[in-house]
């Protein structure tokens, strides 16, 4: 069963800095991208950045675009995203999300759990 992993949420002050993780296990035959979305109280989940695993350059929310930085371990399956000079709106579940198959089979999309994300003072 595939399966997505995420850590390193946590409370951090204003300006600091957090690096989540993503693991995809399970049977694995393809990647074909991996991304982080995030979802705070009230509104609706958004897209935060975008890795495509086979090559591309990586996007970002506006949002986000100078502050945060994902990136990619092919061997581990993981994927990163390095959030600096945190603010209160990053304030977020956030989620990991990867287009994925199996040999033979139809890609799909796989969620992770979420880990939380607080920015306060």
């Known amino acids: 069963q595939e399966q997505l992993v995420e850590s390193g949420g946590g409370l951090v002050q204003p300006g600091g800095s957090l690096r989540l993780s993503c693991v995809a296990s399970?049977?694995?035959?393809?990647?074909?991208?991996m991304r982080w979305y995030r979802q705070a109280p009230g509104k609706e989940r958004e897209i935060v950045a975008t890795?495509?695993?086979?090559?591309?350059?990586?996007s970002y929310a506006d949002s986000v675009k100078g502050r945060f930085i994902i990136s990619r371990d092919n061997v581990k399956n993981t994927v990163y995203l390095q959030m600096n000079s945190l603010k209160p709106e990053d304030t977020a579940v956030y989620y990991c999300?990867?287009?994925?198959?199996?040999?033979?089979?139809?890609?799909?999309?796989?969620w992770g759990q979420g880990t939380q994300v607080t920015v306060s003072s």
């Open positions: 399970g049977n694995i035959f393809t990647i074909y991208l």
């Open positions: 890795m495509p695993w086979s090559g591309g350059p990586p």
């Open positions: 999300n990867s287009v994925m198959s199996r040999r033979g089979t139809l890609p799909q999309n796989f």
